[in-house]
């Protein structure tokens, strides 16, 4: 059973980073073929895909949040990391981190594509 946890700062100041880590136990992240997504949901808005980190450490971002978007694992610990910066009260969202065999990049935004995910994090970005 593959267990994903999200953890990180919960309150975030307005222009700073976002820096959250997704802690994966019961299976590697360097297994062939997975994608490991970050995903987040705005308050009363639908899923929003960020990104992806490959098995093989190849990264692809939504255009829309790809120039403020970093995603990079450590494999040693067996986690993958989200940096997003210049946030505002836009980026407050529930994010989480999440697998898929399939490629996320038309349906990053759908649950049924993912075989696990994290139970979430909020983050607020507030002053």
């Known amino acids: 059973q593959v267990q994903l946890q999200e953890s990180g700062p919960g309150l975030v100041k307005p222009s700073q980073t976002l820096s959250l880590t997704c802690t994966v136990s019961g299976g590697s992240i360097t297994t062939k073929y997975y994608y490991w997504s970050w995903i987040r949901q705005p308050p009363g808005k639908g899923l929003e895909w960020i990104g992806y980190?490959?098995?093989?450490?190849?990264?692809y971002y939504s255009p829309s949040l790809k120039s403020r978007t970093s995603i990079a694992r450590d494999t040693s610990k067996n986690q993958f990391t989200l940096q997003l910066s210049s946030v505002t009260s836009e980026d407050t969202a529930v994010y989480y981190c999440?697998?898929?065999?399939?490629?996320?990049?038309?349906?990053?935004?759908?649950?049924?594509?993912?075989?696990?995910r994290g139970q979430g994090t909020q983050v607020t970005v507030s002053s």
């Open positions: 980190i490959f098995y093989s450490g190849s990264t």
């Open positions: 999440a697998r898929s065999f399939r490629n996320p990049g038309v349906d990053g935004h759908n649950w049924s594509l993912y075989d696990y």
